[in-house]
């Protein structure tokens, strides 16, 4: 089955601490991997890919096919960080995007 | 820049109507898709369509419908609203590489 699991629901962290949210996935096959994140009051919007290997606002994200995890990462937290991040999905082939339940994280000053 | 515009943003229905939410994008992608959005359950499919005239059902598409006569415009219908299906539902189109999101409608059933 197809799924992508978030374990943590809330994650707080004080301003300038390293951040790591954790996505597992399930699928049989190569999947694309994408991080998505939506600000407060707006709309969700993509974060980085796992193939484009970037780093997007001091984000990173590495596919590890092993333990099939894509764990984002950030090694000082920002205030203007604090959003909900999903972690999503796509088969080759198909159309689907494949999100996970969230999680949602706060920075504290 | 990519535009994905969905045609409320917030909506109250009663129980038992027909409700339709729209959706259009600008970018000419082939794949679009319909998800709701509730808090802890993340992003639920409830329909996508790679095509005009094309759909297929997500992993939530019951008492749900859809619509795709152009390639730009989405609809999704709520053939009879009932209050289980009060949410936020979020359109997106895509490319191969990435899903472009409207604004989101939040539907109220009451």
């Known amino acids: 089955a197809q799924r992508v699991t978030q374990p943590e629901k809330l994650l707080s962290v004080f301003k300038g601490a390293p951040v790591e949210l954790k996505c597992n996935y399930s699928?049989?096959?190569?999947?694309?991997l994408f991080w998505y994140v939506q600000y407060s009051r707006q709309r969700l919007q993509l974060l980085l890919r796992?193939?484009s290997r970037e780093s997007i606002k001091g984000f990173t994200a590495d596919l590890n096919k092993g333990e099939t995890s894509f764990h984002l990462k950030k090694p000082f937290a920002q205030e203007e960080d604090s959003a909900m991040y999903y972690c999503?999905?796509?088969?080759?082939?198909?159309?689907?995007?494949?999100f996970g339940t969230g999680t949602r994280l706060k920075v504290l000053a | 820049d990519v535009k994905v515009t969905q045609s409320s943003r917030y909506l109250v229905k009663r129980t038992g109507e027909k409700v339709f939410l729209e959706c259009v994008q600008d970018?000419?992608?082939?794949?679009m898709f319909w998800y709701r959005q509730d808090p802890g359950l993340g992003l639920r499919l409830i329909y996508f369509?790679?095509?005009?005239?094309?759909?297929e059902k997500g992993d939530i598409p019951e008492g749900y419908s859809v619509s795709r006569e152009k390639k730009e415009r989405f609809s999704l219908i709520l053939e009879s609203a009932s209050t289980n299906q009060t949410s936020m539902y979020l359109c997106?189109?895509?490319?191969?590489?990435?899903?472009?999101f409207g604004q989101g409608t939040r539907l109220t059933v009451v």
């Open positions: 997106a189109s895509s490319s191969n590489l990435e899903a472009f």
């Open positions: 699928y049989s096959g190569s999947p694309e």
């Open positions: 796992h193939i």
């Open positions: 999503a999905l796509s088969g080759q082939g198909t159309y689907k995007y494949i």
């Open positions: 970018m000419d992608h082939e794949n």
């Open positions: 369509s790679y095509d005009v005239k094309m759909k």
